[in-house]
Nanobody, 117 residues
């Protein structure tokens, strides 16, 4: 059974930091590109960052320099370090896995991040 379980969300003040984690199971983690997406109320889901099995990363322009995606293939984990958070970063953050060849993909259930004073 495939599972992507996010954790680490919560309430943080503007300028603060959070680290999201995603625990993957039920598939061959090293053959999947891992991504974080987010969806704010009333907005479409958007890509935050992605990381290949080899550790190559890409970021949405608004996250560059503030967010860092990483993965641990031995632990089947992917992380998102979020710094200098702003109210506009408030959203549900989703972990996503997509196979490098077949494009089969999976979603986590999401974790809420709220940035507010």
């Amino acid at each position: 059974q495939v599972q992507l379980v996010e954790s680490g969300g919560g309430l943080v003040q503007p300028g603060g930091s959070l680290r999201l984690s995603c625990a993957a199971s039920g598939f061959t983690f090293s053959t999947y590109v891992m991504r974080w997406y987010r969806q704010a109320p009333g907005k479409e889901r958007e890509l935050v960052a992605g990381i290949s099995s080899a550790g190559n990363t890409n970021y949405a322009d608004s996250m560059k320099g503030r967010f860092i995606i990483s993965r641990d293939n031995a632990k089947n984990m992917v992380y998102l370090q979020m710094n200098a958070l702003q109210p506009e970063d408030t959203a549900v953050y989703y972990c996503h896995a997509i196979h490098i060849l077949s494009r089969r993909n999976y979603w986590g259930q999401g974790t809420q991040v709220t940035v507010s004073s």
